[in-house]
């Protein structure tokens, strides 16, 4: 629910005052110099430009969600001295990689205190997530603040509740502090808009930090923010994780609770919404679906399942205590191959996994092009009427993310296509809905090759088919619109970085469809340097606890490896 003040200034104006707006919320003291443009890695400024003390560099490079939340609880860190340590160091960020689009500092603070009083007064925290800086995609209402995502008609527009998510975030005693960039319509694996701007990569300037949570993963990676919430219908929290070196989950679409949030294509409900978190740590991701969970979130919003938190399912007691476990790895989708450093992560993966114990058996991928055939079906099936909706003002709708692209130019994949009827939809719905059965027999038809007498425990397979891409290049997210298809859970894991030395560009004279030709051509090792690279882990639909739990085993594979 929200009140619009209107204007007659144009939309340029309207978004030149807004970020006038967002400019003045920085205080004069966290400015830094400019970083060169020739300077494309920026993971360092936080800690090179000088504005940080030593205590905030060591609060805000905790890597261990667990370990920042159990200082907070035993007060060895106050709740104001960590919102401001991530405040100034989110600040940094968005001057390196314009990644904000609202900037409450001084309400967090104010709410930082007040729990810092809660704690002092009462030994015991608020709540689970007590102290936590939390930032928000720019897509969660928080009342008296603008949420306009990505675009300039709803410049003016201020909330008047706070979404049900923020709500229990707030219960569960977080300090949200930030909300973040996001593309035009959501709809893309970049994040650019004509509000706000690009954002960058802080690996790599030149690079792209996905979308559409890219501001989300761009401001986390320079550990502006310990954590951090997004949404995905296509891999909107998972790209950006993979993109940046980061974790990231995608739970079954209604496992999250999403009501009062605003979106695109909103009421499209066959493939719909899933909201999740971005963080440093796999315990970040752990923490947050816990501590929502544990509100019982269904009680606030009607579309979440009132399925509580399951220990025994997160500590794979039925599947040995995580010992011996048995997982199926997809190399690729049939249609397009991954660059070498895609395939070098899947097969340190399955090496870790092997050294530990544990056994993976192939996958071969089936019916993948038709899971995407539907989903892009059923999301143009309105005829671009929700974008247009949105595009009130004159501005224009962005067809392209490649910098200075002449507006014409569509990429086949964003082409309007002709409204389906009610009828048509329905069809698609059916559809999808074999689709889903064929994938979960298929599924159980594993456990005569597991060995374990159940089915494989969770699929291996990339994000992506490349790592960070220079703007404009991102294609189809192919490898992540497939479990939104499905409505199966996925969590990314970072596994390692492009080294040029060791990802040498094959030489390939055949292909498998014109869009392999075109991804296998966009490789250059050099242009990909040191960019991150993650694994995608995905279990069947509802079982968010056992694929948290297998991501763990996981994790611990990898790092021991």
């Known amino acids: 629910m929200s009140s619009q003040t209107s204007t007659a200034a144009s939309w340029q104006e309207q978004a030149a005052d807004k970020r006038k707006r967002l400019q003045a919320l920085i205080p004069v003291e966290w400015t830094i110099t400019p970083v060169p443009d020739e300077q494309v890695n920026v993971l360092d400024v936080p800690q090179s430009c000088g504005l940080l003390t030593d205590r905030e560099l060591e609060i805000t490079n905790t890597s261990d969600v667990a370990a920042l939340l159990q200082k907070l609880a035993n007060a060895e860190w106050s709740a104001v001295e960590v919102t401001t340590a991530f405040s100034k160091r989110a600040i940094i960020a968005h001057q390196a990689v314009n990644c904000l689009t609202e900037i409450f500092i001084d309400r967090a603070l104010q709410r930082a205190a007040e729990l810092d009083a809660y704690l002092k007064e009462h030994g015991t925290v608020v709540g689970p997530l007590h102290g936590l800086p939390i930032s928000l995609k720019d897509q969660f209402p928080i009342k008296g603040l603008e949420t306009t995502m990505g675009y300039a008609a709803w410049l003016g527009k201020v909330a008047e ?167 199926g790895i997809m190399w690729d989708e049939g249609s397009v191959k991954p660059h070498p450093p895609i395939l070098r992560a899947l097969a340190e993966t399955k090496n870790a996994l092997e050294a530990a114990g544990h056994k993976v058996i192939e996958w071969q991928s089936l019916r993948h092009s038709e899971y995407i055939a539907v989903a892009r079906s059923i999301w143009l099936s309105d005829g671009s009427e929700d974008y247009n909706s949105c595009l009130t003002t004159g501005e224009p709708l962005i067809n392209s993310m490649v910098p200075d692209a002449d507006p014409n130019d569509v990429p086949a994949f964003r082409i309007p296509r002709q409204p389906l009827t009610a009828y048509q939809l329905w069809q698609l719905n059916k559809e999808r809905r074999a689709l889903r059965k064929a994938h979960l027999d298929r599924w159980e038809a594993t456990a005569t090759e597991t060995g374990t007498g159940r089915p494989i425990d969770a699929l291996i397979c990339p994000v992506a088919p490349y790592a960070a891409v220079p703007h404009g290049q991102t294609r189809s997210s192919i490898y992540t619109v497939i479990w939104n298809t499905l409505d199966c859970p996925g969590l990314v894991i970072p596994v390692t970085k492009v080294d040029p030395a060791v990802d040498i560009k094959p030489i390939r004279e055949e292909f498998w469809s014109e869009e392999d030709r075109v991804v296998h051509d966009m490789y250059d090792p050099e242009i990909y340097k040191g960019a991150p690279v993650g694994v995608q882990i995905i279990g069947p639909t509802l079982q968010e606890e056992v694929v948290l739990g297998v991501g763990k085993v996981v994790d611990a594979a990898l790092m021991d490896a």
Request: glycine fraction near 14%.
């Open 161 to 327: 509740d706070d979404a049900v998510l923020v709500q229990l975030l707030l219960r569960a005693g977080a300090v949200l502090f930030v909300r973040t960039n996001v593309p035009q319509t959501l709809m893309w694996g970049e994040t650019h808009n004509n509000v706000f701007g690009r954002t960058l990569n802080p690996y790599n300037r030149k690079l792209t930090p996905g979308g559409s949570s890219g501001g989300e993963s761009a401001l986390i990676s320079m550990h502006g923010s310990p954590l951090g919430v997004g949404s995905d219908i296509g891999g909107s929290i998972r790209v950006p994780s993979h993109f940046c070196g980061l974790y990231g989950f995608k739970p079954s679409s209604h496992r999250m609770p999403s009501y009062g949030i605003v979106n695109s294509l909103d009421g499209q409900e066959s493939i719909p919404t899933a909201l999740g978190p971005l963080t440093v740590s796999l315990s970040g991701v752990v923490a947050f679906v816990r501590g929502i969970l544990d509100l019982e979130p269904w009680r606030y919003c009607p579309a979440t399942i009132p399925k509580p938190w399951s220990q025994d399912d997160y500590s794979l007691n039925n599947r040995g205590g995580g010992k011996n476990l048995c997982f």
